[in-house]
């Protein structure tokens, strides 16, 4: 059974660039004949307000975006998470820090405490010690990517400074608890993924199959996002926005026909999509259009 979800950070309205990540994660499901579940990604509590995650809920809703199952707030799960992080540390696979933002500061955490905290010092946080070498694996879209996780991210946070859990530990021990079997993003978290497959693994997770769609970005060339106040979507515009975010995806949809007309035609479109490239190339296509769509093709309209 494929159960896919699409999990947005209530740090703002839904915009363009989350409109296509819920559209693509939606259609990639609903093509599959597969569940839809919504995960409201909480756990960076400074950022996060409840009033902008039903802003969300309902704009999904208005949309046609329908989803399955109740609604998973992460900040109902610490206790999974702190269960999950006393696993790590009872495998060895987790390490207290006592560096500061400052010193820890940089890409790539350079293994200070990795021996064992400085003497007098104080834990701040927890790591995951990062062991052996390079991660791979096949996106749907972009085919085989690997990286050096050791050297490209370093022992990566697991329990921040603040109390907060990491991103990837709640992502990764989320996942695994709601049965996501694939997981459909954007392309900005494509260099994520190998740190949690590693987590997942030294958690005796199942891997989920990725898909790790195109990010659309403002004329600037930076990705939408609420940091850069990306605008939120018009209701007017509801049918225009679909259409729109339907040709980021490579799909060109008929003109004229409000959202949930739009939706339907788009799920059986990228269905037979994904049918054709895999008939094409034999077994699992690594994407499913010819081209992906460029920068130029992206702006927020
Ligand atoms: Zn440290």
């Known amino acids: 059974m494929y159960r896919g979800r699409f999990a947005p950070s209530p740090t703002g309205a839904l915009h363009f660039g989350s409109l296509v990540a819920a559209l693509c994660s939606w259609l990639d499901a609903r093509a599959h004949g597969g569940q ?71 890409g790539r ?23 052996g070498g390079r991660v791979g694996f096949h996106d749907r879209w972009h085919g085989w990517y690997e990286q050096d996780v050791a050297s490209e991210a370093g022992d990566f946070i697991l329990l921040r400074a603040d109390g907060c859990f990491s991103y990837q530990l709640a992502v990764v021990v989320d996942d695994a608890w709601q049965q996501v079997t694939h997981v459909v993003r954007g392309a900005d978290l494509l260099e994520s993924t190998p ?22 970005t403002a004329a600037d060339g930076r990705k939408l996002s609420k940091q850069n106040r990306a605008p939120a979507l018009d209701p007017a515009q509801d049918a225009e926005n ?53 920068p130029n093709d992206c702006r927020a309209r």
Request: hydrophobic share 40%.
């Open 36 to 106: 839809w579940l919504v995960r409201i990604e909480d756990v960076d509590e400074p950022r996060c307000r409840p009033h902008w995650a039903d802003e969300i809920l309902r704009t999904l809703a208005r949309l046609g975006l329908e989803w399955d199952g109740p609604v998973l707030r992460q900040n109902a799960r610490k206790e999974a998470y702190r269960e999950a992080l006393e696993r790590l540390k009872g495998a060895g696979l987790a390490y207290p820090c006592a560096c500061t933002r400052r010193e820890a500061a940089g």
């Open 109 to 131: 955490y350079p293994g200070r405490c990795r021996a064992g905290l400085p003497p007098g010092a104080a834990a701040r946080s927890w790591r995951f010690l990062v062991d």
């Open 195 to 216: 740190r949690q497959i590693l987590l997942g693994q030294a958690l005796g997770y199942e891997r989920p199959a990725y898909l790790h769609h195109p990010v659309a």
């Open 242 to 294: 679909v259409r729109a975010a339907l040709a980021f995806l490579g799909l060109d949809a008929p003109q004229g026909e409000p959202p949930r007309e739009l939706l339907a035609w788009a799920v059986s479109a990228w269905g037979a999509r994904w049918r054709a490239a895999a008939s094409l190339k034999g077994g699992q296509p690594a994407a499913p259009f010819s081209s992906s769509p460029g």
